[in-house]
């Protein structure tokens, strides 16, 4: 067995402890296809066996273009083991974009599930040094490890794991530049998960859902790997579909789940909502945007106090959490940091500290916060100063020490010198009866400099128009929040990670705008 005496935060004890303690109880549920704890850290342990023997070592990075699944829980554990560095990578990249992903990363192995086999193949395609490819699972890795990618000069290492050794390399979204790798120890994914248990627990007789992709940090470290930990049952979904967990909700009893506004958004629109029986659902975690407060409503009308959260990848990700008890009092707040986690707000242009209710850029420090980009270190002297993590996110804390997110402050646009929050543009529209779906952008304006239109996803069977939604937002915001224009469209962009992507949205307005005489009237 794998001695994890050496470090007292690695993850790979996790599956060992729960191996001895409740070895028959169900560790993972994927689509029908249980894996006990038993089995789980049997497998794991086998493979970490196989993959050093093989020449892997500390450190080396193993990628994958797989869908959620049992296979790579066991590959996780099995680096947790051996030491090695899991990078999930995005199926629903380009094949540019995932090439660029493996050239950051570096990998020694890529191992793609069947349905990707044509998009691995096109990434690969696009490098300059071929990587070893294999398969995931017991027909993959787990019976044949291909050899690694490794550079003459660069010998494996063989040694004890440590706290401060990276388990997973995640890659940022991208809505912003080019997607980074951020770097998570050991270490951080301990922390972040017993701070996690400390605010939102994870019993060992729960039922959790896990619905957020395995390329996500929220697909590890919020619930996932805590269920893990404590001996709960993970029902693992592939990917989102509404209905589907709805009816998984009624038939498995879940007891607790994850998503993003989006997910909540979905699922509440669905026609089988309002009769699903939600009663077994005790609570539900919100993270990665801020939950429009209607939507809120809409949730706690139904029973399901929703946990609001904020967190980002280089915080591992938990920073901020409502717990249920204050959910219904102060509908749309991130709440106070978590255990573990130490937070602080600046003055996003001055960088001067800010004291008491404020608003600023939200810092974070703790044992949870990354050490940085994988091997990126202008990046990372960017983002860690003085060792804080700067968020890049806007953030207003009341007088009660409660934080609420205003909006990632290069959403932010300023209209007649003023500072306008897409994100309370839209939670102004998600209030009329019509909207089921809403992003906002800043676009340019030649009087004001820059000016907000709207995207809106429409209900179906309620009508609206342009003029009903720009009075309906005159009744509530301010004269220089209030859109310019309002465009229906049939489904709102997002990013993989499901969030709006504004800057495609505002370059869309730009196209289109030059494209028509009348459009470019308009824009003057």
């Known amino acids: 067995m794998t001695n994890t005496m050496d470090g007292l935060h690695t993850l ?5 402890d729960r191996a001895i303690a409740t070895p028959a109880r169900v560790a993972v549920d994927d689509r029908g296809v249980v894996v006990t704890y038993r089995e789980l850290d049997e497998r794991a342990e086998a493979l970490a066996a196989r993959l050093r023997a093989a020449g892997y070592g500390v450190g080396d990075r193993i990628a994958t273009l797989t869908g959620n699944s049992a296979d790579q829980v066991v590959l996780f554990f099995a680096c947790a083991k051996a030491g090695l560095v899991l990078v999930p990578l995005s199926w629903r990249l380009s094949p540019r974009e995932l090439a660029e992903q493996l050239q950051q990363a570096d990998p020694a192995v890529l191992l793609v599930e069947e349905e990707f086999l044509s998009l691995g193949g096109e990434a690969s395609a696009l490098l300059v040094e ?12 787990e019976s044949r490890v291909p050899d690694p990618k490794r550079a003459l000069d660069e010998p494996a290492e063989h040694r004890a794991v440590r706290d ?7 890659f940022t979204s991208g809505t912003v530049g080019q997607a ?3 770097v998570l120890t050991h270490a951080n994914c301990f922390w972040t998960n017993l701070a996690l248990s400390r605010t939102a627990e994870i019993r060992a007789g729960d039922i959790v859902l896990a619905v957020m992709p395995q390329y996500h940090v929220g697909g590890w470290n919020v619930q996932p790997l805590l269920a893990w930990w404590t001996g709960a049952t993970v029902v693992l979904e592939r990917t989102f579909d509404p209905g589907r967990v709805l009816k998984l909700v009624q038939e498995r009893r ?6 993003v506004p989006a997910n909540y958004l979905f699922l509440a629109e669905h026609p089988a909502f309002e009769r699903s029986d939600l009663s077994s659902l005790q609570h539900a975690i919100v993270g990665g945007a801020p939950m429009p407060e209607p939507l809120l409503r809409t949730w706690h009308a139904r029973g399901v106090a929703l946990t609001q959260g904020y967190g980002l990848t280089e915080a591992s990700p938990n920073v901020l ?6 959910a219904r009092t102060r509908v749309g707040m991130a709440g106070k940091p978590y255990p573990h986690v130490e937070v602080a707000l600046a003055d996003h242009v001055t960088g001067e500290r800010l004291e008491g209710a404020a608003t600023g850029e939200l810092l974070v420090r703790g044992p949870s916060v990354f050490p940085g980009y994988f091997r990126d270190p202008a990046s990372t002297s960017e983002t860690l100063i003085d060792g804080w993590l700067h968020t890049g996110d806007l953030v207003s804390r009341d007088a009660d020490g409660y934080y609420r997110v205003v909006d990632r402050i290069k ?3 300023i209209s007649g010198g003023e500072s306008v929050s897409p994100v309370e543009i839209e939670g102004v529209l998600f209030g009329h009866p019509a909207v089921a779906d809403a992003a906002v952008a800043g676009v340019p304006d030649e009087r004001w400099g820059e000016r907000g239109v709207a995207w809106v996803v429409t209900r179906a069977g309620v009508s609206t128009d342009e003029q009903d939604l720009i009075e309906w937002c005159r009744g509530r915001l301010a004269g220089f929040k209030v859109p310019r224009a309002i465009r229906f469209v049939s489904e709102i962009p997002r990013s993989s990670t499901a969030k709006v992507m504004r800057r495609a949205l505002a370059k869309r307005w730009t196209s289109e705008s030059m494209a028509t005489p009348a ?3 308009e824009a003057r």
């Open 321 to 326: 959490c409502l717990p249920d008890e204050d």
């Open 180 to 182: 980074k790798g951020a």
């Open 519 to 521: 459009a470019q009237e």
């Open 12 to 16: 790979g004890r996790w599956t060992s």
């Open 411 to 413: 959403d932010i646009f």
């Open 130 to 141: 071929p990587i070893p490819w294999g398969a995931l699972g017991t027909r993959g890795i």
């Open 164 to 170: 401060d050794d990276p388990i997973l390399i995640i």
């Open 254 to 259: 879940i007891t607790t789940t994850m998503g």
